[in-house]
């Protein structure tokens, strides 16, 4: 006579709190993203819906969400902009609704959204936009939400930033960034140039370590020596942050006939200081920018820009999400190309 096979059991909040050692109150002010927890009582329950596959029950009035979460760094980047337009247009195609959400570069602030969204029944899916600074802690955190995501049937997709973790299934779209700055170098090489200082933003964001390696891959290849005291980091990634990082730049006294900005506002910044130390650009210095933002038309001189396809970056990653792969299916990644835009902020020397 044929066993039958006992049905498997549920995982129940109770068995949650059980595998993290805290109290069931803990973990419901966790998944409902309210009342206060520590850092480490969240972490340990993040890890324990992981790894117990728990599932949060529906409400009887649950449907499949039609709702997709953009989540980026700053609103005020018309950039950021151009990429929740393009999310948008591509939902709204599909019949589905967009809400942003903004972490002020805040990679504790993202992983606090992410936890609550994970949480969320009504969150198809959550894109999560731009560069981050991150840290072993934050890996490990991050996984922890896109296995809670995806265990209640979301997707999480990363979009303009490499993958944390290749080991796990996850779905990227990003620039070539690396890429990008090695064309801008190049350029800068080819018009004589060897002294070039690179602005690649904030230390630790994973946008500007892309664009350090484009810099360096492109000076070996020419077989020119790098000066280290002309990579400068800085504190912001927009016109405070250019214009701080070249004044320290000229205070450390090293000669330099190009800047290589991380993107174009820091360009911006990079030329106000510039011509108020009486370099003319692009005569006394040449300079470039990274984005090629509208900003870099309207500069007096125009720059020279590398181009990113910033909408085509929120439609390529809705249209990741919506395909909904199955769980388990593996690592997924898009990579868009740039290109360099030449115009006037470059010299012949």
């Known amino acids: 006579m044929a066993r039958t096979r ?3 059991r549920d995982v129940t909040l109770q068995d949650v709190a059980g595998a993290a050692g ?6 419901s002010r966790v998944l409902r993203g309210s009342g206060y927890v520590s850092p480490e009582v969240e972490a340990r329950v993040l890890r324990a819906v ?10 009887p009035d649950h449907t499949d969400s039609d709702l997709i979460a953009v989540v980026v760094n700053d609103l005020g980047s018309g950039l950021l902009v151009d990429v929740i337009r393009g999310a948008e247009r591509t939902a709204t195609a599909s019949e589905l609704l967009t809400v942003v959400c903004t972490t002020s570069y ?7 959204i992410l936890s609550m969204l994970a949480n969320r029944q009504d969150i198809g899916a959550v894109i999560v936009v731009g560069g981050v600074r991150p840290t072993a802690e934050y890996a490990r955190r ?3 939400v896109e296995r809670l995501l995806t265990n209640r049937g979301g997707v999480l997709v990363f979009a303009g930033r490499p993958p944390i973790d290749e080991s796990v299934p996850q779905l990227v779209v990003e620039y070539e960034n690396e890429g990008g700055a090695y064309s801008a170098t190049s350029h800068l090489i080819s018009r004589g140039h060897r002294r070039i200082a690179l602005l690649p933003g904030m230390p630790g964001m994973t946008t500007g370590e892309q664009r350090l390696s484009g810099y360096r891959k492109a000076m070996a290849a020419a077989g020119v020596e790098i000066d280290e005291q002309l990579i400068v980091w800085s504190a912001g990634q927009d016109r405070a942050g250019g214009n701080g990082a070249v004044r320290e730049l000229l205070a450390r006294g090293h ?5 290589f900005a991380g993107n174009d506002e820091m360009a911006a910044g990079a030329l106000t200081v510039l011509r108020g130390a009486g370099l003319r650009v692009p005569d006394d210095v040449s300079l470039v920018g990274y984005d090629d933002s509208p900003l870099a038309v309207a500069l007096s001189p125009s720059l020279t820009s590398v181009h990113l396809p910033h909408e085509e970056l ?3 990653a809705v249209r990741l ?10 690592f997924e990644r898009v990579v868009l190309g740039t290109h360099l835009v030449v115009r006037d902020s470059v010299a012949q020397l």
């Open 6 to 8: 006992p049905k498997r």
């Open 22 to 27: 805290v109290s069931s109150a803990s973990v």
């Open 50 to 59: 992981a790894d117990t596959g728990y599932r949060p029950p529906k409400s």
């Open 106 to 112: 805040s990679a504790e602030r993202e992983i606090e």
């Open 142 to 144: 991050m996984v922890d």
């Open 255 to 259: 000669d330099f006939t190009a800047v």
């Open 314 to 316: 929120g439609t390529e």
């Open 321 to 330: 999400a919506t395909r909904r792969p199955g769980r388990g299916s593996g």
